[in-house]
């Protein structure tokens, strides 16, 4: 499929940040408030105002810490389950671009908070964002702005340790498969993130889950197939039970 991939390979992460913060400053999102949690994880999660957050997570292995670090941020599906619920309920905030396959977010077109819960409750990977304020979703935009003019993406511009790469799709999927080869033998556990169904490949050595709870999705093209065909099929239900 064509389009645009992001590849993340977090051997290469040190958890600057520069990516976080180059994605709040290009989208001129404001700094979040937070509070000491015991982690060097700042802010505690996505939001309105943070489209991409670098994950920390400390565990202890055979005495010693371990850090692990994961690149958050939509994963511009390839068949979106918030777009397909998003057209079954009939909102208009959501699109997809044909020539990148980014998803797309308007945030000034409102949603009402039911069906920005049914958006958000669609995402294997827990991403849509709704703001209170003013009834707009929010998330990463993939740089569109920034890609149409032939620029990288600001988080991928800024990774000092070629952590984070973007491209064609096609370019990607062969530079994290070599990857991936390259490392196996070395660390046996390591995988590609749910590659076949989103634009957004992250490479792991070790369990995901020690990532993110939400670093994989298993079963996602069940997961993704049956969300859509339940918030299609639910006008449906709707208008046979007022009938």
Not at 116 to 137: F, H
Not at 211 to 220: R, S
Request: aromatic share 8%; glycine share 6%.
């Amino acid at each position: 499929m064509a389009g645009k991939t992001f590849f993340i390979d977090t051997t290469k992460c040190t958890a600057c940040r520069g990516c976080q913060i180059a994605c709040k400053q290009w989208n001129m999102n404001p700094g979040t408030k937070t509070l000491q949690r015991g982690s060097h994880q700042n802010p505690e999660d996505l939001s309105v105002s943070t489209f991409k957050l670098v994950r920390f997570n400390e565990l202890e292995e055979n005495g010693k810490p371990k850090w692990y670090f994961f690149a958050d941020q939509c994963r511009h599906c390839l068949e979106p389950p918030c777009f397909y619920t998003a057209e079954a309920k009939g909102v208009k905030a959501i699109t997809r671009d044909e020539a990148t396959g980014a998803v797309l977010f308007n945030p000034k077109v409102k949603v009402k908070a039911a069906d920005a819960k049914a958006i958000r409750e669609s995402c294997p990977w827990d991403i849509p964002r709704w703001n209170e304020k003013t009834g707009g979703l929010a998330k990463c935009t993939m740089c569109i702005d920034r890609i149409k003019e032939g620029l990288l993406p600001a988080c991928v511009k800024s990774c000092p340790t070629g952590a984070l790469n973007f491209g064609d799709r096609d370019k990607m999927l062969e530079m994290a498969k070599k990857k991936l080869e390259e490392i196996k033998a070395a660390y046996p556990k390591a995988q590609l993130l749910n590659a076949d169904i989103h634009r957004v490949i992250f490479l792991v050595v070790d369990d995901p889950k020690k990532y993110h709870k939400n670093a994989l999705v298993e079963d996602p093209i069940g997961i993704t197939r049956l969300a859509a065909i339940k918030k299609l099929l639910q006008p449906i239900v709707n208008f046979s039970l007022k009938g």
